[in-house]
């Protein structure tokens, strides 16, 4: 059984440096094989202010939580 894809757009919230600010986030939902689950690849965060400090963040969206890192104001996953 294959996987099926659809680009969507998610409303996000991000948490960290003092801020806690609403952004959207454009995505790839993935459904699972052999199963009614489905994840999310690929997210990029769009509309979020663009005087949030540079450091360690979270981005919750699509009902997960993923770190994420504001470097040079651009917005990056940590390295693992």
Known sequence: MT???ESVTLLGRIVGMGR????SVRAV???????????YIR???YG??????????????GGKTESVQRLMG????PAA
């Open 29 to 39: 939902k993935v459904s699972l094989p052999g199963t009614d689950e489905y994840t």
């Open 20 to 23: 806690d600010v609403n952004c």
């Open 48 to 61: 979020a202010p663009s005087d949030l400090p540079d450091g360690p963040y979270s981005i919750t969206f």
């Open 3 to 5: 996987s099926s894809r």
């Open 43 to 45: 997210p990029v965060i």
């Open 74 to 77: 651009a917005w990056i996953a």
